[in-house]
């Protein structure tokens, strides 16, 4: 009995030695702090539901829309849950996408395809790939947890009008598509104004820049604006967000994996 005592509170030490060392976040103490303060800054805003329209942008210029529907839960103690629905054109309506972000373990992706009539799970391999057919990439579709990534600060630079401080974060999770990002955060309201993400080569492969910010429930910014532009193939993708509210009536039972081919 004292030998199975003595092996289980070693492996309570194992636990909780490796989840503190999983949860230190590594880099330069001056880029953690700004790291730390831009996730504090939107932390207990609730629920959300917004009206997207994204517009698609081939090397040649020619262009097609989509309109979405997307509702986002947030976690306090995780990452957030989201839930993004295709209205149209005809070829994707029905298309629902859904994501839950952690800030230490892997994210969870799953996708409703109407054409397939079933629910793929997206892979952690598969997460660098684009989001359908976008600029964005299944994991930009998640939200930032601090925990992420290492940081080192580069200095500081005027973007959008607004001074900034500038951050190089690399990924922490395995199959990243990127082997770092360059990331400008504004001074004033520590709002994320451009992002550079670059390659498994470190070659520069797109830029993100956030714009039209709305302040919402007198504290949480939201930008209306979001421009990616694959700087290697010329494609470009807009998300311009047409509508927004907050305190919805959303709940843990909208977001189930189970009913995405139900939603609506």
């Known amino acids: 009995m004292k030998r199975l005592s003595k092996k289980f509170f070693l492996l309570i030490v194992f636990i909780a030695v490796h989840f503190s060392v ?3 976040i590594q880099g330069d103490e001056k880029a953690i702090a700004i790291a730390k303060e831009h996730k504090a800054r939107d932390i207990g805003w609730g629920t959300n539901e917004a009206k997207v329209l994204m517009v698609l942008k081939n090397a040649q210029g020619n262009e097609a829309t989509r309109e979405l529907k997307v509702k986002t839960l947030e976690v306090v103690d995780d990452g957030d849950k989201a839930l993004t629905i295709f209205e149209s054109p005809r070829d994707v309506k029905g298309t629902a996408f859904l994501s839950f ?5 892997a994210d969870e992706q799953w996708i409703f395809l109407p054409a397939l009539k079933r629910v793929k799970r997206i ?5 660098s790939g684009p989001f359908v057919g976008s600029e964005f990439a299944f994991e930009d579709m998640t939200s930032f947890e601090v925990e992420k990534f290492s940081y080192v600060f580069l200095g500081e630079e005027k973007v959008n009008g607004e001074e900034c401080y500038v951050l190089k974060q690399t990924p922490q999770y395995e199959f990243s598509g990127y082997s770092y990002q360059k990331v400008w955060i504004d001074k004033s309201h520590y709002r994320v104004q451009k992002i550079e993400f670059y390659d498994q080569k470190e070659a520069l492969l797109k830029t993100l820049e956030l714009s ?3 302040l919402f429930k007198d504290k949480y910014w939201r930008p209306m604006k979001s421009f990616m532009r694959n700087v290697q193939t010329r494609k470009s993708t807009y998300l311009l967000t047409e509508e927004m509210s907050f305190d919805t ?3 843990d039972s909208d977001f189930d994996k189970n009913s995405l081919k139900r939603v609506r």
């Open 22 to 24: 999983a949860a230190e």
């Open 101 to 105: 972000s952690h800030a230490l373990e």
């Open 123 to 127: 892979s952690s391999k598969s997460k």
């Open 212 to 214: 039209d910010y709305k």
């Open 249 to 251: 009536e959303l709940t």
